[in-house]
């Protein structure tokens, strides 16, 4: 069983329902809807054709306060020509916003995730005239940065609030905030989400994301480190020490980690991914990662089930190197030592899976960040909490009653043995919460051999 979750946005090369299944059937564990690209009725064209195939998680993106370029064709910039882009619909090149009172000679102008590098010569006319430094493409819904324009106050655009009504209509899983700065930013969109149980995933793409990571791991339900934005915001050579801490943080508190932008970039014009790109996914799942995310590769590419493919390869490949970056000096819960415990007794017992009864998630969470050597099941009280789980490293889930744990115990059992998904000479581990009204908490280790239990239930 592959560990690695894999997250794939779906656009124009992804939506075909047989080719979804085909993503399916080769690793990917959840689908990312890009609402910066596309428009509603594609968005639940997406889900319609996803949920006929499987029910899995489904993670719905904001636009945040971005600046895009609207181009009416697309054309290759060389280093040194000049371009000219407008502020209105009057250009044939413009930028979605207006900030030419922000900016001035000799600032840059970022296209595509800095590819394509642009110094503003003048701001003159409604417009700005800017001279390449890099080579790149000038092409229709390209992402712009600019370091010196402060950007919205507001976290979310007026179509983001759509995008959060259709998100609770369509009863998604996620939706991930981009331009995450602070706490403020989790609490407010949680507002927005008003009685929902869709979890918040916080997307660190500037300084302030990086400067407020603590306060926004606390309120988040995951973190996503969207390397695009920030490697304009924050020098490339200084990325992967961050991903590192971010990883380290979000396992620590078992919080959802997601490493995202240009995993496997080449693979949207080749077949096979770059060295490099290998051991870029390679090392972000050494680091510890939850998650690996698939962006253009998946929604525009033309190898979309060969990406997810070679992405699941390299997981399955790297996986029996994971170690626990955990440290647990001393635990504050129950639940905490709880969760030590059940890593320290797979290390010295032959238990083949843990099998996590859990109604928030939680159980299946802490024990998760300690990447275990075996496979958790979790048996979540509701689909709900069983999808969310579904993006964790190491877990599988099903939905199964609520019930006493000892009768859990055994009607569990039998119902995996059934299925085929353990063996009657294995040795199971069972965690949990047993007699808590507060959800949440763990204090439950049984193991038993699954033989032992199976015998139980035939008398």
């Known amino acids: 069983m592959k560990k690695t979750k894999i997250l794939a946005t779906i656009g124009p090369s992804s939506i075909d329902k047989k080719i979804m299944k085909k993503m399916i059937d080769v690793g990917m564990n959840a689908i990312r809807i890009n609402t910066s690209h596309g428009n509603f009725e ?28 609207v181009s009416k064709k697309k054309y290759d910039v060389n280093i040194g020509k000049k371009v000219t882009i407008g502020f209105s619909d009057e250009s044939e090149t413009y930028f979605t916003k207006n900030f030419s009172q922000q900016v001035k000679k000799g600032d840059s102008v970022y296209v595509e995730d800095g590819i394509l590098n642009l110094k503003v010569i003048e701001v003159k006319d409604n417009a700005l005239y800017l001279v390449a430094l890099t080579e790149g493409r000038i092409r229709n819904g390209a ?39 602070d706490a403020k930013d989790v609490n407010y969109l949680r507002r927005k989400l008003e009685n929902s149980d869709i979890g918040i995933i916080s997307k660190i793409e500037n300084s302030k994301g990086v400067e407020n990571i603590d306060e926004i791991i606390e309120v988040s339900e995951g973190i996503m480190v969207a390397r695009g934005d920030l490697g304009v915001e924050i020098s490339s050579e200084k990325l992967p020490l961050i991903q590192k801490k971010i990883i380290k943080k979000c396992n620590q508190k078992g919080k959802l980690v997601i490493i995202a932008t240009q995993m496997l970039k080449s693979m949207e014009n080749s077949s096979i991914p770059t060295r490099a790109e290998t051991s870029d996914v390679a090392n972000a799942i050494l680091d510890g990662t939850d998650v690996v995310m698939l962006s253009g590769e998946t929604a525009v590419g033309k190898f979309p089930r060969l990406a997810v493919k070679e992405m699941s390869e390299i997981a399955k490949e790297i996986e029996g190197s994971v170690k626990s970056n955990v440290v647990i000096d001393s635990c504050n819960t129950i639940s905490e030592a709880i969760s030590k415990s059940v890593y320290d007794m797979t290390k010295i017992l032959p238990i083949s899976k843990v099998i996590s009864f859990t109604r928030t998630g939680w159980t299946a969470k802490i024990i998760s ?11 979540a009280s509701d689909n709900k909490v069983k999808n969310k ?18 009768q859990r115990i055994k009607k569990v059992t039998m119902l995996l043995y059934k299925k085929e998904i353990v063996k009657s000479t294995e040795l199971l581990l069972f965690s949990g919460g047993v007699l808590i009204k507060k959800q949440g908490s763990t204090n439950l280790i049984e193991v038993h051999r699954c033989k032992d239990i199976l015998e139980i239930n035939r008398k």
């Open 389 to 406: 789980l579904q993006l964790y490293y190491g877990v599988e889930s099903i939905v199964f009653p609520d019930m006493p744990t000892s």
């Open 369 to 379: 960040r300690f990447r275990l050597d075996v496979p958790i099941l979790a048996i």
């Open 143 to 181: 992402r712009v940065n600019i370091p010196e324009v402060n950007y919205d106050k507001d976290i979310l655009s007026k179509n983001d609030k759509k995008v959060i009504k259709f998100g609770i209509k369509n009863n998604v899983d996620f939706i991930a905030l981009s331009y995450t700065r």
């Open 42 to 69: 594609q968005y639940e064209k997406i889900i319609k054709n996803l949920r006929s195939i499987k029910d899995i998680p489904i993670v719905l993106d904001t636009q945040g306060p971005e600046i895009r370029l």
